[in-house]
Nanobody, 126 residues
Framework: QVQLVESGGGLVQAGGSLRLSCAASGGTFSSRAMGWFRQAPGKEREFVAAMSGGIRYYADSVKGRFTISRDNAKNTVYLQMNSLKPEDTAVYYC?????????????????????WGQGTQVTVSS
């Protein structure tokens, strides 16, 4: 049973930093894409960042401020968030694919991912 557990969220002032972690268990993940999404109140869940095959992908809104990384030995993916803005406030979710076989779905799409964590709240005050 695949499980993803996020941590590291919290309250931070605008301009501050946070690092989110997502620990995966119940499988092997080194060949699977890992992604971060977020959902603000009243809005749809949106793509933030992903990493697959050593390639990193970012939403335009976070490019240059957020960095995704992974430690395959620990089955953990990270999201370093710098220069945070109030509009970054959301619940942040990590996600991974069902297997290492890549489905014909862009990596930024929710439907690319089979497993999701429970989410961690990030609140940025102005």
């Amino acid at each position: 049973q695949v499980q993803l557990v996020e941590s590291g969220g919290g309250l931070v002032q605008a301009g501050g930093s946070l690092r989110l972690s997502c620990a995966a268990s119940g499988g092997t993940f080194s060949s699977r894409a890992m992604g971060w999404f977020r959902q603000a109140p009243g809005k749809e869940r949106e793509f933030v960042a992903a990493m697959s095959g050593g390639i990193r992908y970012y939403a335009d809104s976070v490019k240059g401020r957020f960095t995704i990384s992974r430690d395959n030995a620990k089955n953990t993916v990270y999201l370093q968030m710098n220069s945070l803005k109030p509009e970054d406030t959301a619940v942040y979710y990590c996600a991974t694919e069902a297997t290492s076989v890549k489905p014909p779905v862009p990596i930024i799409r929710l439907s690319r991912y089979e497993y999701w964590g429970q989410g961690t709240q990030v609140t940025v005050s102005s």
